[in-house]
């Protein structure tokens, strides 16, 4: 019943910018942590950014200074903001999130379908 949907992947040249949007609809009733992760072919999926119900922040060391993630609580949206492109991001983006699904505290963790990302030279 809880959906992650990604939003804003694309082309984009070296130096440029995009900002990801992921949404949570569904039967919730708090969020604690969300992230984004990224998997590029023939590459591991690595955390790229992730960020807590307090707004605590973790970054890779690969996008630290160039990315920014942030939260909107009432919309139930986590967003990235990405800047300084370079080849090497190019990659598809998962969004994920914890969510407490009952009144009672119940918690699942959920997987986005993902968004391309592609940067050119």
């Known amino acids: 019943q809880v959906q992650l949907v990604e939003s804003g992947g694309g082309l984009v040249e070296a130096g440029g910018s995009l900002r990801l949007s992921c949404a949570v609809s569904?039967?919730?009733?708090?969020?604690?942590?969300m992230g984004w992760y990224r998997q590029a072919p023939g590459k591991q999926r690595e955390l790229v950014a992730d960020?807590?119900?307090?707004?605590?922040?973790n970054y890779a060391g690969s996008v630290q200074g160039r990315f920014t993630i942030s939260r909107d609580s009432a919309k139930n949206t986590v967003y990235l903001q990405m800047n300084s492109l370079k080849p090497e991001d190019t990659a598809v983006y998962y969004c994920?999130?914890?969510?407490?699904?009952?009144?009672?505290?119940?918690?699942?963790?959920?997987w986005g379908q993902g968004t391309q990302v592609t940067v050119s030279s």
């Open positions: 569904g039967r919730i009733y708090g969020m604690n942590d």
């Open positions: 960020i807590n119900s307090g707004g605590v922040t």
């Open positions: 994920h999130a914890e969510v407490v699904t009952s009144f009672y505290g119940r918690r699942n963790t959920y």
